[in-house]
């Protein structure tokens, strides 16, 4: 067993791990924070994305070990701490860009990882983004939708709300 | 996943030494390697990161034009630092596996896996480049041996690789499309002294030069030198997602395209 | 003017702030105390004798609680199919046993052989690596065909033979259609394979079983479509369980597209091994078992003919379809490719002669059923391509082929025993060629082709039968369970209301729409509503959500329960206003005595409801509570028509979709917004099937599209945006909210357009090409092309 010690959500947060371990276990089993969800295991679906010092990652191919000592920020850290939700979030609930639920903690934390590179998103820019963020139940269209409204781009004259 | 111990050496040196135990295996950006491990098809005794070593991080190019990559360097990092000095290399770096596979995976860590539906391979042979190695540095031309197979010697890590800049070069990468591999992935890299064509994804012997196409686009770089030629469907690679005679066709329309797109 | 609350308004959805902070309550994130955790160890040969299995050394193992294997599932009961067919020959299906863990055989890959119960994930793991097995490889059979020849191996020895049943529907009609064939003016005959579909909800299943020695009661939590279902079917038929001491929770779970409606072995471990060993026991599966486990969709081979007379009228069809069971039956397979297929066979038109033929075939491969439209894409897909294929060959256009043999009375009993209650065919038609835009094809087909690529436009229909179902006619037609809808609606002492429904939501929306009908019906805000599922502790027992039917059933349980809460509200109101019960309006939250100006609040009736200081006690009962049972009259038929242009890449044969289109009738909509979300989730699916998904398995039974590496699942770059219209509303005529149902529409609907735009493409380019098979890779139209 190793002791890692990082900062999630601003928190201090520390804790034993195995070699094995992996950053989605450490994030849901030792530290409860269930938010992050685990879907496949080819590293594939996306569902487990979080920002591991400022970068989008996918916490179920990363070792904890590995994230010792770094700033990991997770779904759970992105409303503000009175429930305000941000404004990726708030853009989701908005344009329905979620149905299940499971995939989006990936999809808010992706697409906060695009804004942040690439403030206005052009359509094409938003899908081959999400390229490693698989949903099942929306058809993408008002995922996509969302996040270039939460961009600050008219979504109006997209068909259908 | 068996379980294993971790380590995280800061220098070169010290992975080097800690490769030294039985079973002891690096760890670039673990974007193949966790799966693999998950799946209990990988069972080292001990996990030598080396990402935490600053001498194998960054892009920077050198005195004779050529670039140097260090080899704990991620995709996404490749992308956006190789960009102004080899516009090919980084335009196929930013589009391996998706934007946090990019994050973490890296470019040793996939020379030294060499997966044959992967992009680096093509890159590093189509352009000629040099694997540099903790021992030594070995020509691409020497470095592929086949599927998963490489000229690397048991504990040996890719601190770098060092790229010729090409006159024009491109990649055309057709999508695989589950995997988001390289169904058929043709890098194309023009220089002064003749024209190199790597193909990933196709070959049963993994990342090839074809080298009807080399010799006929470097006396043509033009698409149309391309016509008429053909690789031989028998030593193609066929499963549920292409077959043998459509991979090799394939390899021919990328080819063209490249050119064009490089012209 | 859109509204902004009530029927038709599209509030913002409430389950969306905890699914979007991170703070929903999955299955794998319930973790109880002392919970152990279980690893199944599963075939890797498709068919096998299990000669021996010695746990000996893997019981030493560290962590390890306990190895269960099929000899300690001795004397408990088999996993239960729900429905029962009768062939043609009047004689049921044969139905072989399907035990928790394999006993004596091994009959497809990921066949769970043995449980190891450990401290941990991974010690469960390596333990289940160290178990000896003896098992002796048999040829498995594959291939549907090749398994019901004679002297093929057979996938269960205590059955006659791998032949499920031989369906033939309606057999009376056989003749009449074979008179219809000779006398044919022409015949289109096509031959077509539905691919083999997995779900993949993005939510692996789970299972949590607990037991209270002290109670003896039995919990199990598991990602579940109809927690009550599971209760009755494990309970009942595998455990021994009586319901009073089980009880199945489903939380928020993680999508299901029919995969988790059915029963699976994994449930009833767990619930057994908890009181076993008397710890709770969880099992998650990973994506990599779920490909192996999870029941699987589609799976047919077609022959489909399309007679027509010398106008192009449409005299009869006939299909020859086998249909892959797998190994086992899964809890409603085999109504699939009969009821909920071959009833759907006439469509949209007046076809007047019909009969269709289903072998049901057992083969080595995991257990199919129903997904995301079951049967009726696969009843719409054959149709829509051969109509369209008929088109071609009798060189008419091909909507108006479509629209000379449309449905246009209604109600409309088909040749294929079911009765459209309305639609209007022509005005999904009309609106589809508006929103698709088909004025400006020939301009985009130019485009397309200065860029060097082929352009198609395809179009289709589809009618699907759904809400299901009459209890009373299901019965008939096999099944082992009602199909009715439950609700029970509590008022609470100051006003407010929580409706307790036997639907289940993993993703359509309940906590917000069902609200919206209550808040119109009363007249108070939707925020007064609250709604609870998924527990069988706290819902009456109703039969869960799948085949498009929480709001037309579900929905109208609650209306009916809400209706007798106003009956009984409004003669608390009569008596306290001392009118007659016949007399009080309820509007806007206010209870009034016409013609007058008194009137009372909804608050002060339910408050006087649970305070009866001023109440008719003699005649009535205090409290404000009711439960309702909605048993459908019919299915209901939403209908529609979809428009599909794709771009083919000539020199690799990469098909692009450029553009999507629906327009659909599903009657009522309660809220647009979600009905828009549903449409486009199963456009998703149904490119996804067209162009991309497929399981194959080699010819031993391996499954080599097993995980994302190799099944390709639709991503965001593969899909456009959609245009999806429900403005043509033709209200159900015998369910209290005139609604339809939309969940299944979008994948039942949209593959066969997608076909008939690329068979447009290449044949524009004088490509000789009626049909490629779905999933229409790249590989399959380039060879076509080339061919």
Same mark, same amino acid.
């Not at chain 2, 295996?25 to 600053?54: E, N, W």
């Not at chain 3, 509204?3 to 905890?18: C, F, N, T, V």
């Not at chain 3, 009905?675 to 194959?696: F, M, Y």
């Given at each position: 067993?190793?002791?890692?010690?990082?900062?999630?959500?601003?928190?201090?947060?520390?804790?034993?791990?195995?070699?094995?371990?992996?950053?989605?276990?450490?994030?849901?089993?030792?530290?409860?924070?269930?938010?992050?969800?685990?879907?496949?295991?080819?590293?594939?679906?996306?569902?487990?994305?979080?920002?591991?010092?400022?970068?989008?990652?996918?916490?179920?191919?990363?070792?904890?070990?590995?994230?010792?000592?770094?700033?990991?920020?997770?779904?759970?850290?992105?409303?503000?701490?009175?429930?305000?939700?941000?404004?990726?979030?708030?853009?989701?609930?908005?344009?329905?860009?979620?149905?299940?639920?499971?995939?989006?903690?990936?999809?808010?934390?992706?697409?906060?990882?695009?804004?942040?590179?690439?403030?206005?998103?052009?359509?094409?820019?938003?899908?081959?983004?999400?390229?490693?963020?698989?949903?099942?139940?929306?058809?993408?269209?008002?995922?996509?939708?969302?996040?270039?409204?939460?961009?600050?781009?008219?979504?109006?004259?997209?068909?259908?709300? | 996943?068996?379980?294993?111990?971790?380590?995280?050496?800061?220098?070169?040196?010290?992975?080097?030494?800690?490769?030294?135990?039985?079973?002891?295996?690096?760890?670039?950006?673990?974007?193949?390697?966790?799966?693999?491990?998950?799946?209990?098809?990988?069972?080292?005794?001990?996990?030598?990161?080396?990402?935490?070593?600053?001498?194998?991080?960054?892009?920077?190019?050198?005195?004779?034009?050529?670039?140097?990559?260090?080899?704990?360097?991620?995709?996404?990092?490749?992308?956006?630092?190789?960009?102004?000095?080899?516009?090919?290399?980084?335009?196929?770096?930013?589009?391996?596996?998706?934007?946090?596979?990019?994050?973490?995976?890296?470019?040793?860590?996939?020379?030294?896996?060499?997966?044959?539906?992967?992009?680096?391979?093509?890159?590093?042979?189509?352009?000629?480049?040099?694997?540099?190695?903790?021992?030594?540095?070995?020509?691409?031309?020497?470095?592929?041996?086949?599927?998963?197979?490489?000229?690397?010697?048991?504990?040996?890590?890719?601190?770098?690789?060092?790229?010729?800049?090409?006159?024009?070069?491109?990649?055309?990468?057709?999508?695989?499309?589950?995997?988001?591999?390289?169904?058929?992935?043709?890098?194309?890299?023009?220089?002064?002294?003749?024209?190199?064509?790597?193909?990933?994804?196709?070959?049963?012997?993994?990342?090839?030069?074809?080298?009807?196409?080399?010799?006929?686009?470097?006396?043509?770089?033009?698409?149309?030198?391309?016509?008429?030629?053909?690789?031989?469907?028998?030593?193609?690679?066929?499963?549920?997602?292409?077959?043998?005679?459509?991979?090799?066709?394939?390899?021919?329309?990328?080819?063209?395209?490249?050119?064009?797109?490089?012209? | 003017?859109?509204?902004?609350?009530?029927?038709?308004?599209?509030?913002?959805?409430?389950?969306?702030?905890?699914?979007?902070?991170?703070?929903?309550?999955?299955?794998?994130?319930?973790?109880?105390?002392?919970?152990?955790?279980?690893?199944?160890?599963?075939?890797?040969?498709?068919?096998?004798?299990?000669?021996?299995?010695?746990?000996?050394?893997?019981?030493?193992?560290?962590?390890?609680?306990?190895?269960?294997?099929?000899?300690?599932?001795e004397g408990v009961g088999s996993i239960p199919c729900g429905w029962q067919v009768t062939d043609r020959h009047g004689q049921p299906?044969?139905?072989?046993?399907?035990?928790?863990?394999?006993?004596?055989?091994?009959?497809?890959?990921?066949?769970?052989?043995?449980?190891?119960?450990?401290?941990?994930?991974?010690?469960?793991?390596?333990?289940?690596?160290?178990?000896?097995?003896?098992?002796?490889?048999?040829?498995?059979?594959?291939?549907?065909?090749?398994?019901?020849?004679?002297?093929?191996?057979?996938?269960?020895?205590?059955?006659?033979?791998?032949?499920?049943?031989?369906?033939?529907?309606?057999?009376?009609?056989?003749?009449?259609?074979?008179?219809?064939?000779?006398?044919?003016?022409?015949?289109?005959?096509?031959?077509?394979?539905?691919?083999?579909?997995?779900?993949?909800?993005?939510?692996?299943?789970?299972?949590?079983?607990?037991?209270?020695?002290?109670?003896?009661?039995?919990?199990? =939590?598991?990602?579940?479509?109809?927690?009550?279902?599971?209760?009755?079917?494990?309970?009942?038929?595998?455990?021994?369980?009586?319901?009073?001491?089980?009880?199945?929770?489903?939380?928020?779970?993680?999508?299901?597209?029919?995969?988790?409606?059915?029963? =699976?072995?994994?449930?009833?471990?767990?619930?057994?091994?908890?009181?076993?060993?008397?710890?709770?026991?969880?099992?998650?599966?990973?994506?990599?078992?779920?490909?192996?486990?999870?029941?699987?969709?589609?799976?047919?081979?077609?022959?489909?003919?399309?007679?027509?007379?010398?106008?192009?009228?449409?005299?009869?069809?006939?299909?020859?379809?086998?249909?892959?069971?797998?190994?086992?039956?899964?809890?409603?397979?085999?109504?699939?490719?009969?009821?909920?297929?071959?009833?759907?066979?006439?469509?949209?038109?007046?076809?007047?002669?019909?009969?269709?033929?289903?072998?049901?075939?057992?083969?080595?491969?995991?257990?199919?059923?129903?997904?995301?439209?079951?049967?009726?894409?696969?009843?719409?897909?054959?149709?829509?391509?051969?109509?369209?294929?008929?088109?071609?060959?009798?060189?008419?256009?091909?909507?108006?082929?479509?629209?000379?043999?449309?449905?246009?009375?209604?109600?409309?009993?088909?040749?294929?025993?079911?009765?459209?209650?309305?639609?209007?065919?022509?005005?999904?038609?009309?609106?589809?060629?508006?929103?698709?835009?088909?004025?400006?094809?020939?301009?985009?087909?130019?485009?397309?082709?200065?860029?060097?690529?082929?352009?198609?436009?395809?179009?289709?229909? =589809?009618?699907?039968?759904?809400?299901?179902?009459?209890?009373?006619?299901?019965?008939?037609?096999?099944?082992?369970?009602?199909?009715?809808?439950?609700?029970?609606?509590?008022?609470?002492?100051?006003?407010?209301?929580?409706?307790?429904?036997?639907?289940?939501?993993?993703?359509?929306?309940?906590?917000?729409?069902?609200?919206?009908?209550?808040?119109?019906?009363?007249?108070?805000?939707?925020?007064?509503?609250?709604?609870?599922?998924?527990?069988?502790?706290?819902?009456?027992?109703?039969?869960?959500?799948?085949?498009?039917?929480?709001?037309?059933?579900?929905?109208?349980?609650?209306?009916?329960?809400?209706?007798?809460?106003?009956?009984?509200?409004?003669?608390?109101?009569?008596?306290?206003?001392?009118?007659?019960?016949?007399?009080?309006?309820?509007?806007?939250?206010?209870?009034?005595?016409?013609?007058?100006?008194?009137?009372?609040?909804?608050?002060?009736?339910?408050?006087?409801?649970?305070?009866?200081?001023?109440?008719?006690?003699?005649?009535?009962?205090?409290?404000?509570?009711?439960?309702?049972?909605?048993?459908?009259?019919?299915?209901?038929?939403?209908?529609?028509?979809?428009?599909?242009?794709?771009?083919?890449?000539?020199?690799?044969?990469?098909?692009?979709?450029?553009?999507?289109?629906?327009?659909?009738?599903?009657?009522?909509?309660?809220?647009?917004?979600?009905?828009?979300?549903?449409?486009?989730?199963?456009?998703?699916?149904?490119?996804?099937?067209?162009?991309?998904?497929?399981?194959?398995?080699?010819?031993?039974?391996?499954?080599?599209?097993?995980?994302?590496?190799?099944?390709?699942?639709?991503?965001?770059?593969?899909?456009?945006?959609?245009?999806?219209?429900?403005?043509?509303?033709t209200p159900c005529t015998h369910n209290p909210l005139g609604v339809k149902g939309c969940g299944e529409a979008g994948a039942i609907?949209?593959?066969?357009?997608?076909?008939?735009?690329?068979?447009?493409?290449?044949?524009?380019?004088?490509?000789?090409?009626?049909?490629?098979?779905?999933?229409?890779?790249?590989?399959?139209?380039?060879?076509?092309?080339?061919?």
């Amino acid at each position: 067993m190793t002791k890692v010690s990082m900062t999630v959500n601003g928190k201090p947060a520390s804790g034993e791990v195995e070699g094995r371990t992996l950053l989605s276990s450490f994030l849901r089993e030792d530290l409860g924070l269930t938010g992050t969800h685990v879907g496949c295991d080819t590293s594939q679906c996306g569902a487990c994305v979080v920002h591991v010092n400022g970068k989008a990652v996918k916490s179920c191919t990363m070792l904890a070990a590995e994230a010792d000592g770094a700033e990991v920020s997770t779904i759970e850290g992105q409303a503000a701490p009175d429930g305000t939700l941000n404004a990726i979030q708030q853009a989701f609930q908005d344009h329905h860009g979620l149905q299940c639920g499971f995939c989006t903690p990936g999809m808010v934390m992706s697409a906060a990882a695009l804004l942040k590179d690439n403030p206005k998103p052009t359509e094409a820019e938003v899908r081959a983004y999400l390229e490693g963020n698989i949903c099942r139940c929306t058809g993408y269209h008002n995922i996509v939708k969302a996040i270039m409204a939460a961009s600050g781009q008219d979504v109006s004259a997209i068909a259908a709300e | 996943m068996y379980n294993f111990e971790f380590e995280k050496p800061a220098t070169i040196a010290d992975a080097v030494a800690a490769l030294g135990a039985e079973d002891a295996q690096a760890l670039g950006g673990g974007q193949t390697l966790l799966p693999t491990m998950k799946q209990r098809l990988a069972m080292p005794t001990k996990l030598v990161s080396l990402s935490g070593i600053g001498e194998m991080q960054g892009v920077c190019s050198n005195n004779d034009g050529s670039l140097s990559i260090g080899g704990a360097t991620t995709h996404a990092t490749v992308a956006a630092e190789a960009a102004a000095q080899y516009p090919a290399l980084a335009d196929l770096a930013s589009h391996i596996g998706d934007p946090a596979v990019r994050n973490r995976g890296t470019i040793g860590g996939s020379l030294a896996n060499n997966d044959p539906a992967a992009c680096y391979p093509a890159a590093a042979l189509g352009s000629g480049a040099t694997i540099v190695t903790n021992a030594r540095e070995i020509a691409a031309d020497d470095y592929f041996q086949g599927l998963f197979t490489t000229a690397l010697e048991e504990g040996e890590i890719i601190t770098g690789v060092r790229f010729p800049v090409p006159e024009a070069a491109n990649y055309q990468k057709f999508l695989q499309p589950a995997s988001r591999f390289a169904l058929v992935g043709v890098f194309v890299a023009k220089f002064a002294d003749g024209v190199r064509v790597a193909v990933t994804g196709a070959s049963e012997d993994g990342v090839f030069r074809w080298s009807e196409a080399e010799q006929a686009l470097s006396a043509s770089f033009s698409p149309e030198a391309v016509n008429g030629l053909q690789v031989d469907p028998a030593n193609m690679m066929g499963d549920i997602h292409g077959t043998k005679e459509y991979r090799a066709h394939l390899i021919g329309v990328l080819t063209k395209r490249a050119v064009a797109a490089a012209s | 003017m859109p509204k902004d609350s009530g029927i038709g308004a599209s509030p913002k959805r409430r389950e969306d702030l905890r699914f979007l902070t991170g703070t929903g309550n999955y299955t794998d994130d319930i973790n109880l105390s002392g919970q152990a955790y279980v690893h199944f160890l599963r075939s890797d040969v498709a068919h096998g004798k299990i000669n021996g299995i010695d746990t000996a050394a893997a019981a030493a193992m560290p962590g390890v609680i306990r190895i269960f294997t099929g000899a300690d599932f001795e004397g408990v009961g088999s996993i239960p199919c729900g429905w029962q067919v009768t062939d043609r020959h009047g004689q049921p299906m044969q139905e072989p046993a399907h035990p928790v863990l394999a006993q004596g055989k091994v009959r497809y890959v990921g066949d769970a052989i043995a449980a190891v119960v450990a401290e941990s994930r991974e010690q469960a793991r390596d333990a289940a690596e160290a178990i000896e097995l003896d098992i002796e490889e048999l040829p498995a059979v594959i291939d549907m065909k090749e398994a019901v020849k004679e002297g093929a191996p057979k996938v269960h020895d205590d059955l006659t033979s791998n032949l499920c049943y031989d369906w033939g529907f309606v057999e009376e009609n056989k003749p009449a259609v074979e008179e219809a064939f000779a006398n044919a003016a022409h015949v289109t005959t096509l031959e077509l394979v539905n691919n083999r579909l997995v779900a993949n909800p993005m939510e692996p299943r789970v299972a949590v079983g607990d037991f209270n020695r002290a109670t003896g009661e039995s919990t199990l =939590y598991t990602t579940s479509q109809n927690p009550h279902v599971i209760r009755l079917l494990m309970g009942a038929f595998v455990l021994g369980i009586p319901e009073h001491k089980l009880r199945v929770i489903a939380p928020d779970v993680g999508g299901g597209f029919g995969t988790k409606i059915f029963h =699976y072995a994994e449930e009833a471990f767990c619930t057994f091994a908890a009181k076993a060993l008397n710890r709770a026991v969880k099992w998650t599966s990973t994506r990599s078992e779920a490909f192996m486990t999870d029941a699987h969709g589609r799976d047919h081979v077609t022959k489909i003919e399309l007679a027509l007379d010398a106008e192009n009228n449409f005299t009869a069809i006939r299909t020859d379809t086998y249909a892959n069971m797998g190994a086992y039956l899964s809890t409603f397979a085999p109504s699939v490719p009969t009821w909920l297929h071959g009833t759907l066979m006439a469509g949209n038109y007046k076809t007047p002669l019909i009969y269709v033929n289903v072998k049901a075939v057992f083969t080595n491969t995991v257990p199919v059923d129903a997904y995301r439209g079951a049967g009726r894409p696969e009843a719409t897909f054959q149709l829509e391509r051969v109509i369209d294929k008929a088109a071609r060959e009798l060189g008419v256009d091909p909507i108006a082929l479509r629209r000379q043999n449309f449905i246009t009375e209604f109600p409309y009993a088909t040749p294929v025993a079911v009765e459209y209650d309305t639609g209007d065919y022509h005005a999904t038609m009309d609106k589809l060629i508006d929103v698709a835009d088909f004025a400006g094809f020939k301009a985009r087909r130019a485009e397309s082709e200065k860029n060097g690529k082929l352009r198609g436009l395809g179009v289709n229909c =589809y009618i699907e039968a759904c809400g299901i179902a009459p209890s009373n006619l299901v019965g008939q037609l096999g099944a082992r369970a009602g199909l009715y809808e439950s609700a029970t609606v509590r008022v609470n002492a100051t006003g407010g209301l929580v409706v307790m429904t036997g639907s289940h939501s993993h993703g359509q929306g309940h906590e917000t729409s069902f609200p919206q009908v209550i808040a119109d019906m009363i007249g108070i805000d939707e925020s007064m509503v609250e709604i609870v599922h998924g527990d069988t502790a706290n819902t009456p027992m109703g039969m869960g959500t799948y085949g498009s039917r929480s709001l037309a059933v579900g929905g109208s349980a609650m209306v009916r329960a809400t209706e007798k809460i106003i009956a009984k509200a409004k003669k608390i109101a009569a008596h306290i206003l001392e009118a007659s019960d016949a007399d009080i309006e309820l509007k806007d939250g206010q209870f009034s005595v016409a013609g007058t100006d008194k009137s009372l609040a909804w608050g002060d009736v339910t408050l006087a409801a649970y305070v009866p200081h001023n109440y008719p006690l003699e005649d009535m009962e205090p409290g404000l509570e009711e439960t309702a049972f909605y048993d459908p009259a019919n299915f209901t038929y939403p209908s529609g028509a979809y428009a599909c242009e794709v771009e083919v890449d000539p020199e690799t044969g990469k098909i692009t979709i450029e553009r999507f289109a629906a327009a659909d009738d599903f009657g009522n909509i309660v809220n647009p917004m979600i009905v828009d979300g549903q449409v486009h989730g199963g456009i998703g699916q149904g490119i996804g099937q067209a162009l991309l998904e497929g399981c194959v398995y080699d010819e031993n039974g391996q499954l080599l599209s097993a995980s994302y590496m190799d099944y390709a699942m639709p991503r965001a770059d593969d899909l456009p945006f959609y245009q999806v219209d429900h403005s043509c509303q033709t209200p159900c005529t015998h369910n209290p909210l005139g609604v339809k149902g939309c969940g299944e529409a979008g994948a039942i609907g949209s593959p066969p357009a997608v076909v008939n735009a690329v068979v447009d493409a290449l044949q524009s380019a004088g490509k000789d090409v009626t049909h490629i098979d779905m999933p229409l890779t790249p590989n399959r139209v380039w060879s076509a092309m080339n061919s």
